[in-house]
């Protein structure tokens, strides 16, 4: 009898030490300072934007699931959700990441309680929630709670037309045909569902499943009901996608590799979530939208694209750049993609004030490149060689008696732009190889002629006083309404624009001039430790403030530089300034302020997580 009490004991304890070691173990430890932010979880057809950061929920008033997207980004179906418990004070909360995939929430309750929530999104187009304590009590009684939109609003109104449980299976259906199904996976779990909030009572599972029809999503809910361990299946789908790429490689002995790796796989897959059939919104934690519609710019898209060709994800890369190959994709002229449009695929203004007008040439130069970079390593061609003349063609129509682009490009402000000049440069060198291969003779010839005519007349963008290539401009400053002023002046103005090394990045050769501008960006415009301030305006406050703070994608570009040149160090504190700067669920802002009072709302944004995750890649190809 002693020998069974003594085994028993021992078991207890052990079960005890790994319960506490699971609440433990995982709890996000480091010196990061973890601005505020949401985690971006999908599979490709489902997106989910969530957060429990405290930061946010007191901006929002809303928790966990804050949207919820299915098939596109024309309507968002959830608002919130949130486990409950009654009558308990919180002593701490943490918000992080359990894997690259899973979003968890720690709080702390003054009694000693530890509750523990996941999010991780399943490959059967479902989230699935959990929660989970640090002991059994029997008084603890959590209450889920889902907030579905009722009415959204966009460039039109899409209705909540039913809400209904049958079998404790919760089923709410949209006027525009989307399907949501609620379950949890202990029958003894009442769900009711009112107006258009779902409660759960003693609820610590639950499946939030999406689909196009009410057979379609039963049928889901059914077979994932039946599975015994979601997370698992999870674990298994996302680990394959990630290692079907091409993941950094640390030389032996670098310190920092495993922690790089997660970074890299955090950032990667949040790409991957935001592309929904090719469609990758410059942001979609609510920062930037129009009519409640997350915004699509091609040019932040295409950059997304690079990083999937990069690291061997050529399905994302394919959809990505097939979608802004489409034949409905409005244009501005023969040949001329809009700065951003919304998820109708509509040109549209910004929300913020971004004009869709402005003249953005460089996703041309872009997307010629992409198409190139897929077929050498696919072997297939996703445009028709006529759609990749009329994008070359508009570019050679374009280039003024200078021998440059004057344009808005990647800054949205319309100048003589290096790194637009170098991207379109290198395109149009493209271009003519592949006329040339296509026996396309003349046209071969006319790129490259138009491609060497604004090759040679980059000096004209080298400011000697700063020694760097520089934004060549008419005006220093923006027009009422966010306006780029095109009217031509006697006099033109240099400005410092740190965007230029993607003119390098997107293939145009690494000169003296780059070399100089590189230390300049280095010596001038690196701020806190390694963050790229991104240009310089005059006297518009709001334009001076807002390209005078710190970057990620222009803090990125430059890491990537240093990596091409040699200069590991130079890489690795670009690398480390952007970690240490990562929200709270390890994610890329926008840019942080200046000052360092905060982060900008976009966190993440999509174009700064692809750019972090290429520095990584790069970094470990190149270091040795």
């Not at 979003?103 to 309750?109: F, G, Q």
């Not at 060709?309 to 809009?338: C, M, V």
């Not at 003249?359 to 061609?381: C, R, T, V």
Request: proline fraction near 3%; glycine fraction near 6%.
């Amino acid at each position: 009898m002693k020998k069974k009490h003594a085994a028993k004991s021992y078991f207890n304890f052990f079960l005890i030490f790994f319960i506490i070691l699971s609440f433990s173990e995982i709890i996000p430890q480091n010196s990061n300072r973890q601005w505020k932010g949401y985690s971006i979880l999908g599979n490709g057809k489902l997106c989910v934007v969530y957060s429990d950061d405290p930061r946010i929920t007191k901006l929002t008033g809303c928790n966990g699931i804050q949207h919820f997207y299915f098939d596109n980004y024309s309507a968002d179906y959830i608002a919130s959700s949130s486990f409950a418990l009654v009558e308990k004070n919180i002593l701490t909360q943490t918000t992080g990441m359990k894997n690259f995939f899973t979003a968890e929430t720690y709080i702390k309750y003054k009694d000693g309680l530890i509750q523990k929530v996941e999010c991780f999104i399943h490959p059967k187009d479902a989230a699935v929630l959990s929660l989970k304590f640090n002991e059994e009590k029997k008084d603890v009684k959590p209450l889920f709670n889902l907030v579905l939109r009722k009415n959204i609003l966009t460039d039109h109104t899409t209705k909540l037309t039913s809400l209904e449980v049958v079998n404790n299976i919760v089923i709410a259906e949209w006027s525009n045909g989307f399907v949501l199904g609620l379950a949890s996976n202990s029958a003894s779990n009442k769900i009711e569902a009112v107006d258009s909030i779902i409660t759960a009572a003693d609820a610590k599972n639950i499946i939030i499943a999406a689909a196009s029809s009410k057979e379609s999503v039963e049928s889901k809910l059914n077979y994932l009901l039946k599975q015994k361990d979601l997370q698992s299946q999870a674990s298994i789908y996302w680990n394959n996608w990630m290692n079907s790429g091409k993941l950094p490689r640390f030389k032996n002995g670098f310190s920092e590799a495993k922690k790089y790796l997660n970074y890299f796989k955090g950032t990667l897959y949040a790409v991957k979530s935001a592309c929904i059939d090719g469609q990758v919104p410059a942001d979609i934690t609510g920062q930037f939208v129009t009519n409640n519609m997350p915004q699509l710019y091609p040019r932040d898209a295409m950059m997304c694209a690079r990083v999937f060709l990069l690291t061997g994800h050529y399905q994302e890369a394919k959809s990505i750049i097939s979608f802004w190959t489409r034949k409905n994709i409005p244009e501005k002229s023969d040949g001329e993609f809009y700065a951003r449009y919304d998820a109708n695929a509509k040109a549209v203004d910004g929300g913020s004030g971004a004009r869709f007008n402005e003249p953005e040439w460089d996703a041309n130069g872009y997307l010629i490149q992409l198409l190139n970079d897929f077929h050498k390593a696919k072997k297939i061609w996703l445009a028709h060689k006529s759609f990749i003349y009329k994008l070359a063609d508009f570019l050679v129509s374009k280039i003024d008696p200078s021998g440059l682009l004057y344009e808005g490009g990647i800054v949205e402000w319309t100048g003589y732009l290096p790194s637009t000049n170098m991207t379109c440069a290198a395109a149009l060198q493209t271009a003519s190889v592949i006329a040339a291969e296509f026996g396309d003779k003349f046209l071969s010839k006319k790129y490259l002629n138009a491609s060497d005519k604004i090759s040679n007349s980059l000096h004209k963008l080298f400011d000697k006083k700063r020694k760097a290539l520089c934004a060549l401009r008419f005006h220093g400053v923006k027009a009422e309404g966010n306006y780029s002023i095109t009217t031509p002046a006697k006099d033109t103005l240099y400005l410092w624009d740190t965007s230029l090394n993607f003119g390098v990045l997107w293939g145009f050769p690494n000169n003296s001039l780059v070399v100089q501008t590189n230390k300049f960006i280095e010596d001038s415009t690196c701020k806190h430790g390694g963050g790229v301030e991104y240009f310089e305006a005059l006297d518009n406050a709001w334009l001076s403030n807002y390209g005078g703070d710190l970057f990620f994608f222009t803090t990125a570009a430059e890491s990537q530089y240093q990596c091409l040149q040699g200069n590991y160090s130079e890489a690795k504190k670009h690398i480390d300034w952007m970690i240490y700067n990562s929200n709270s669920y390890g994610l890329m802002p926008e840019r942080i302020y200046l000052n360092q009072s905060d982060c900008s709302e976009a966190s993440p944004l999509s174009w700064c997580n692809a750019e972090f995750a290429a520095s990584v890649f790069v970094f470990s190809q190149r270091y040795k």
